[in-house]
């Protein structure tokens, strides 16, 4: 399963400790992944059930399930750059901000991977603009992660109808896997210190 979603990543690395700008990037990149995908699965095999492994092989299906792990997955990796970015830049007195180039390189290297372009572009855009607007001192304390929740709400290939009924458990289930993340970036950069 975990193939399928992110062939070219194995999700269960364990980091030591971030101490560089490739450290960083690894983790946003991971760890976004990580969340989407378990998030995503989960909806799936939780809404749909024993017909689970039928529906996956439908191509239809596979077709929904590869826009909406793209469009939730680059919402991700946006959210939680932002995020590190913030915390560094609040908590440890970061002066050099390359959110944007840690960003880039991530998705850029996705479109190797089968990211779309349309996606990449739109998900581009939104980055740039947004990353002007913010407040760098204070975006991770304000719902940090509200976009990719939202993605996933979306673009979950569910009925609309169920979906609705869902809204309340999908956003949880999120918010509560970038609790844990949020808790290990934290853990991970104590020692972090940019004086």
């Not at 980091?15 to 378990?38: C, G, M, P, W």
């Not at 959110?99 to 998705?107: D, H, R, T, Y």
Request: glycine share 2%; net charge neutral; hydrophobic share 35%.
């Amino acid at each position: 399963m975990g193939e399928y979603l992110f062939p070219v990543r194995k999700l269960t690395n364990k980091f030591s400790s971030i101490s560089s700008k490739e450290d960083l990037q690894n983790f946003v990149q991971e760890r976004s992944a990580h969340v989407t995908q378990t998030t995503l699965y989960g909806y799936l095999k939780t809404r749909i059930g024993t017909r689970y492994a039928i529906m996956v092989e439908d191509e239809k299906f596979s077709e929904s399930i590869n826009i909406a792990k793209w469009n939730i997955y680059v919402t991700a990796i946006s959210d939680l750059t932002f995020y590190v970015f913030s915390y560094l830049i609040d908590k440890k007195n970061l002066k050099k901000n390359d959110a944007k180039e840690i960003f880039l390189n991530i998705i850029n290297k996705e479109l190797e991977n089968g990211l779309d372009n349309n996606i990449y572009e739109n998900i581009k855009n939104e980055f740039i603009l947004k990353s002007k607007n913010i407040d760098w001192h204070n975006y991770y304390q304000n719902n940090p992660f509200k976009d990719s929740g939202l993605a996933l709400y979306k673009w979950s290939p569910i009925a609309d109808e169920l979906k609705v009924l869902d809204k309340e458990i999908v956003l949880n289930s999120i918010k509560l896997k970038w609790n844990l993340v949020e808790n290990e970036f934290k853990d991970l950069s104590k020692n972090l210190s940019f004086n």
